[in-house]
């Protein structure tokens, strides 16, 4: 894993071939050349989330665009965790944290939640995936998540696939640990996890969630969590006990 | 677990004995009265990270103090995890963050490390120990975290005690993942947490934290982490699979 390090590594609709060429849109060539100071000759990095990630080389900058040709395959695409997280809007900025940190930790689809004690009144999912792009092109993840428009949490439980295990992070549960939980579950490759508003779920919302089949309920330790730092230690947890941090010894 | 919540939650450095009288600051009494609207007769939670938790009732309330009687034991003071956080402070909102962070996580200690690439110009230990009180009011610790000033690499692997396993975040280390690591490690009591700054540690420093006797090295997965979220991501590994998340079901 000790690839070289390229400064610039941006996410493009386009297809990526080798020998062929790209375009950079208006604000990418800004990005490029003005913030980046990168010149015509330089290299930089290119993905679609289909197609791998590609070296590629500035040959035209202009004010309105830029053309890069790609010349080489650095990773190949590969099968990534299919991990949805649910979470409550609350604040404009855990919301933006949250949007970053679950991008850095790989999951693949990011749907707001509307429960009796969320704020969601300026959720704008469009202003939010583009800092999943942000997130994504910084943590060199090969995709990006895909953030859907704010549902209910009635309607989020309905739409879960019978074969999605739910994993609900419960303030002041005092069941079982999260390793425990996690760890015990077999046969599962499609999760989710389900983080509630600060000032947590109703006793009833709760009582919904658990009475889920596809519920996993467990404690994320003894001390009380900002909703931003239990999406991080859940997430951090499927991944490491489930998911795609398991795979660096095999 | 279910403990009724209060609203306002202060800590404090006098001693809490049952049916005395503490006073708080300026700053308190105004937090009290001005921000939560708290009038005589209502109650708060103290803490002073010695006697446990207190429930109080507010007796006077004036410009630059107010008078806390004091009449019930929430929770006993109990024993903590013993866990260091070293990290290296680069942008000042991201050392906020982690401060932040570290302490709902249940460090004990935590000292900025001076590298060959972190900028530290404007990190104050005061400040940041202020930030450290009100996470942990917020978190409903029984303590809060002591902030060191910032120590070179160098002297902080020196100063290691010999029973202390440091844990040792490396970005892009094909080696070991978290779990096995953590998972492994048997009758240590002692823990220090290492998360280098953004653009990591060079060679050598990589060289010199691996070459201690007490270290650890894991990976935190495929993606490149900030380091905010590196620093939750090992925290919640630690506590989850060594310290105090575990307790739920014992």
């Given amino acids: 894993m000790a690839q070289k390090q390229y400064s610039v590594r941006l996410f493009i609709d386009a297809d990526l071939i080798n020998d062929s060429g790209v375009v950079l849109d ?4 800004h990005y490029v050349s003005t913030v ?29 665009h830029a053309l890069v040709h790609i010349t080489e395959l650095l990773r190949p695409q590969v099968e990534e965790a299919d991990i949805q997280l649910f979470f409550a809007p609350v604040k404009k900025i855990q919301t933006s944290l949250i949007i970053q940190k679950a991008t850095e930790l790989g999951v693949k689809e990011i749907i707001p939640v509307q429960t009796i004690r ?13 800092q999943a792009i942000e997130a994504a092109e910084q943590s060199e993840r090969l995709t990006v998540p895909i953030i859907q428009e704010i549902q209910k949490l009635d ?3 309905k739409n ?28 599962i490759t499609k999760w989710a996890v389900l983080v509630g508003p600060e000032g947590g ?24 969590l900002r909703a931003e730092t239990a999406v991080i230690a ?17």
């Fill in 234 to 250: 859940a997430l951090t947890l499927l991944q490491a006990l489930q998911g795609d941090w398991r795979s660096a010894i095999n």
């Fill in 26 to 29: 208006r604000a990418q060539a």
């Fill in 155 to 157: 309607q989020v439980l």
């Fill in 118 to 130: 969320t704020n969601a009144d300026r959720m704008k999912a469009e202003k939010l995936q583009l």
């Fill in 201 to 224: 779920f109703t006793d009833e919302e709760r009582k919904r969630i658990m009475s889920c089949d596809q519920a996993h309920t467990l404690s994320l330790g003894p001390r009380i």
């Fill in 36 to 64: 980046m100071r990168k010149q015509v000759g330089e290299t930089l990095v290119l993905f679609n989330g289909r197609d791998g990630e590609w070296l590629g080389h500035l040959q035209e900058i202009k004010k309105n």
């Fill in 160 to 187: 879960l696939e019978d074969d999605r295990a739910l994993v609900f992070c419960h303030e002041r549960y005092d069941g079982k640990d999260a390793v425990s939980v996690l760890g015990s579950v077999k046969g």
